[in-house]
């Protein structure tokens, strides 16, 4: 079965592996990503952070390769080989020269099917992640992040910490990462996404060839996660600065809402000339960094505000971004100023496409989240639709009072 789209190609194996493609003949590389649809969702309150986990165990030697050989073959061609976990998405991925593909096609589908988690690495590697967990914890701006989505979505697994704690990925054993494994590393939870000089049939056929041991499996339900409700956490730790994080849940990438919002977003906090920068920074001179961000999922989405300041100042920082957010919800943008903002969002969007990386990750996130891939026409027309009327009533949604959540992590002293 295969669809055509332009440059842009789609097949779907047997075993249930969806592989997406674009032909991009003026450049000599390829980005490929193998995307799994789990990540920290996917987990319960006694095994946190073993999607992650996984993702590190993966490179630790195969029946065909040690670690090093893994690093090295991909290294000495000049090759980059990397992964990441996320709330619910984990992702294997190189950039390549376009003749070295069939090599890391062979090297992912190798440390997917025959990693061998031995016991004594599966102990080294929880050292590994758990300094990775103390590294992160030393960072109050991402620690913050964490705090927020808890606060957002708990008892939700899409409030848990991706990396897990201390205390779970001490309890990591054997069994229990191929029993993770077994679950989610199937077939119909794979999409294979790749970018540059290629040939979508010849990709095709490296992949069933190097794929073959992957089957199709029932997929483990998902429970969906609730609308947030108003709260207001504070946390005092070790920290210089205060770090507030406060916004809600909206849509889901599958929503046509999507639109409004993303230019919602960079109306109020996507670059030096959004409105929170302005005020907060500019204006005010309360903070050197404060910017707002959209992070969708399969059923549900986020809208975050972060702003870093003195402790002094939180009160004032906080009183002026509700007066942003007060400023959308009653009173209608002028059109001037929606039309810059569309043409800064398209402006980035046409920019990021530059990247076969870029153009990899987005073919993958359509595929899983749409089951198809969306022309760049369409988006851009789903922009320029969006009204002043839709940017007021996005904003009421969002920012009412009962649904706005506030984490704020204050020095101790």
């Known amino acids: 079965m295969e669809q055509k789209q332009s440059s842009i190609k789609k097949s779907i194996l047997s075993n249930g592996i969806r592989i997406v493609t674009e ?15 789990v990540g920290s969702r996917n987990e319960t309150e006694h095994n946190r952070g073993v999607a992650h986990f996984i993702e590190h165990m993966l490179f630790k030697g195969t029946t065909n390769r040690t670690a090093f050989q893994i690093a090295e073959c991909i290294e000495n061609v000049g090759g980059h080989l990397n992964a990441f976990t996320s709330k619910d998405l984990t992702c294997y991925y190189a950039h390549i020269l376009d003749e070295n593909l069939p090599l890391v096609i062979t090297v992912l589908a190798d440390i ?8 004594n690495d599966i102990k080294k590697e929880q050292e590994v992640v ?50 993770f494994m077994q679950k989610h590393y199937t077939g119909n939870h794979i999409v294979i996404a790749a970018a540059g000089n290629l040939d979508h049939r010849q990709v095709c056929e490296l992949i069933e060839t190097s794929f073959n041991a992957i089957v199709k499996a029932p997929s483990p339900g998902m429970a969906k996660p609730l609308d947030s409700h108003q709260k207001t956490q504070k946390y005092c730790e070790d920290s210089l600065q205060a770090h507030i994080c406060l916004g809600s849940t909206t849509f889901s990438y599958r929503s046509k809402m999507k639109y409004p919002l993303l230019v919602l977003n960079t109306l109020l906090g996507g670059g030096m000339s959004s409105r929170l920068f302005q005020s907060v920074r500019e204006k005010h001179g309360l903070c050197y960094n404060i910017y707002s961000y959209l992070e969708f999922f399969m059923d549900s989405g986020v809208f975050c505000i972060y702003n870093g300041t003195e402790q002094g100042k939180v009160a004032k920082s906080l009183e002026l971004i509700i007066k942003e957010l007060d400023n959308l919800k009653e009173k209608p943008i002028l059109e001037e100023e929606l039309d810059r903002t569309k043409s800064q969002l398209k402006g980035n969007l046409l920019l990021s496409l530059e990247s076969t990386s870029n153009r990899m990750n987005r073919l993958a996130k359509m595929e899983i989240y749409l089951k198809n891939n969306v022309s760049l026409d369409d988006i851009s027309q789903g922009i320029n639709n969006v009204t002043v009327h839709d940017i007021q009533l996005r904003a009421k949604e969002l920012f009412a009072d009962e649904r706005l959540v506030q984490s704020i992590l204050l020095p101790e002293k």
Do not use: C
């Open 23 to 37: 032909k991009i003949p003026h450049v000599r590389s390829v980005s490929f990503g193998v995307w799994l649809e």
């Open 112 to 119: 997917l099917q025959n990693s061998i988690f031995d016991s």
């Open 130 to 179: 758990i300094e990775e967990i103390h590294s992160a914890d030393d960072v109050p701006e991402e620690r913050i992040h964490d705090y927020f989505f808890a606060d957002l979505y708990k008892p939700h697994p899409l409030g848990f910490p991706t990396l897990g704690t201390a205390d779970t990925v001490h309890s990591f054993d054997r069994a229990m990462v191929l029993d």
